[in-house]
């Protein structure tokens, strides 16, 4: 089964290596594609250094961003697949067990107080920590004797997050009209503003968790089949679903903290991927982190030129893709179960 | 290897199934479990697949703990199973359902050894599904998926074997089948059956569930008496032996049925 998936994550690869440079090409700001080229290939060490404005916009803003939106697009799609097999659910995504909502809340209450009120955390700080115990609370309340059941935890998912939902609108009520608009963006993510700094973090914790999993593929696989059979088989079903809900929370908050809340990237993602490669989450899993992140940076230059000069938050267009794309699945399952 | 319970105790939620279940499964030997509905049987081997912990007692296979000695994945090399929930992914094609038995022995990066291949192969052939490698599960009939899931079983190369009652919605022809390859497997074999007439033809030793407790062990000609059949099942039998066969055959009638008078 290697050489089929060499040739198509080698594909993938230079699928999201063209729609990154398509990314960097277009924007707000209409630049000579020549200018692009130049400044791109001089950081590259190639060719002279360009100096000035055009530099710093491709260089210092978009660049980073468009990175940004790969690695976030990657490690959504990489949680939505992990979340469906812990969840046994085809349905599952960051958004369902909450983690999204209680980092929006994190952030929207960095806003309203400050972040000196929450002892010096910054927006992101704040959103990290909004996932963080979002997810220790979902957690709590989906265990029962120390077992995890898959429906009990989307169900704690949708409840703590309709709680924290409604906790974010209250705040959001408090703040003034000018920091609302930027709760909003938050909330619906947006990678504007993304710098070189913000790319660290998120880009580690992506590629070692994906390692990570692409190793537990087969694992993975065994849980599609039921806890009993995986029992069977070999896997500590509890202590595996703990770590795929640890690799996907870690994912998720990371996610959120950098980019505000995205949905749909990590439902879409996985089940295209299914319907492409199968069902075998070796190869499922390398191909949704490249699809996703190829997807995203399409998406995140969508925002950005559907009105330009000005920006949409790249969660509207996610929602809009994404939606009918639910729906869809929601009548096959449902009709498969009846 | 033998298998041993030792006064377990099993409650799902608080609730107890099984209060006190002992029972010893001598190496080579295929025992059944049987019992009316709600006895425990799928508890108890549950269990034994490690994915319910006992409230107490021990579990013992080949003298070792099942909880306390033995991790999941050195669990998997002693026993395979053939559950009941194994109808939930059908994508996979039978050979990777097989190859699916091989979880336990995977190197970290989950690769195939050459080893794996020829085990996979061969115990795919083992349940005569060679014909069918390359299909999907879900286009295969029950019969058939029954003996993909036994392939994936015996493809874990672990000396006991654990069925939770494998003849589950099968035609007859099916349920004889796979019987037989469970009995040519070789295996130390513990067994569910709703069937005592399987049961009786089946197996070399039976121990008979009630209300959460293992009520008696022995070979099915000594256990499976007329008066204890009625006592724990409530229905009339007559114990004679098959026509065909020889075995022990049991035929049974409602309690409120009045014996004819032999003819």
Known sequence: ?338 | MNVEVRGVRLAIDDVVIVHDATMVVAPGEVHGLVGPNGSGKSTLLRCLYRALRPAAGTVLLGGADLWRDLSARVAAHRRAVVTQDATADLDFTVRDTVAMGRTAHGGLFGHYAQEDDRLVDAAIAEVGMTWAARRMVATLSGGERQRVYLARAVAQQAPVLLLDEPTNHLDVHAQLELLGLVRDAGLTTVVALHDLDHAAAVCDRVTVMRGGHAVVTGAPADVLTPALIEDVFRVRVHVGTHPLTGALHLTFAPLSTTPKEPT
């Open chain 1, 1 to 338: 089964m290697g050489k089929g998936l060499s040739v198509l994550v080698a594909a993938l690869a230079i699928v999201l290596a063209l729609s990154v440079l398509v990314g960097i090409s277009f924007g707000t700001v209409t630049l000579p594609l020549g200018t692009v080229w130049r400044v791109v290939l001089s950081h590259l060490g190639i060719g002279d250094v360009v100096k000035g404005g055009d530099d710093q916009i491709i260089w210092q803003f978009r660049t980073p961003r468009v990175l940004l939106a790969a690695v976030v697009g990657g490690g959504l799609a990489v949680a939505g697949t992990a979340l469906q097999v812990l969840a046994r659910n085809p349905l599952a995504d960051p958004y369902v067990l909450g983690v999204s909502s209680g980092a929006s809340f994190g952030a929207v209450l960095a806003v309203l107080l400050g972040s000196s009120a929450l002892g010096g955390l910054g927006i992101s700080g704040a959103a990290f920590a909004g996932a963080t115990i979002t997810l220790i609370l979902v957690f709590t309340l989906a265990q029962r004797a120390g077992r995890i059941g898959p429906a009990r935890l989307v169900l704690a998912g949708v409840a703590v997050s309709y709680l924290t939902t409604a906790l974010t609108s209250l705040v959001q009520l408090q703040v003034n009209p000018l920091e609302l608009r930027g709760t909003m963006f938050w909330m619906l993510g947006s990678f504007a503003g993304a710098g070189w700094d913000d790319l660290r973090i998120p880009t580690v914790v992506m590629v070692l968790t994906t390692a990570w999993l692409v190793v537990r593929g087969r694992w993975m696989n065994v849980m599609t089949t039921g806890d009993d059979t995986a029992s069977g088989l070999g896997v500590d079903t509890n202590r595996f679903r703990i770590e795929l809900l640890v690799a996907a929370s870690l994912l998720t908050a990371t996610a959120v903290a950098v980019a505000g809340g995205i949905g749909f990237v990590g439902l879409l993602v996985p089940h295209m991927t299914r319907l492409v490669v199968g069902p075998d989450h070796r190869r499922v899993l390398p191909v949704a982190a490249l699809g996703g992140a190829s997807f995203m940076v399409l998406v995140d230059l969508l925002s950005r030129v559907f009105d330009r000069p000005n920006e949409y938050p790249v969660g509207i267009f996610t929602a809009v893709l994404g939606a009918p794309f639910f729906l869809a699945l929601m009548r096959r399952a449902s009709k498969g179960t009846a």
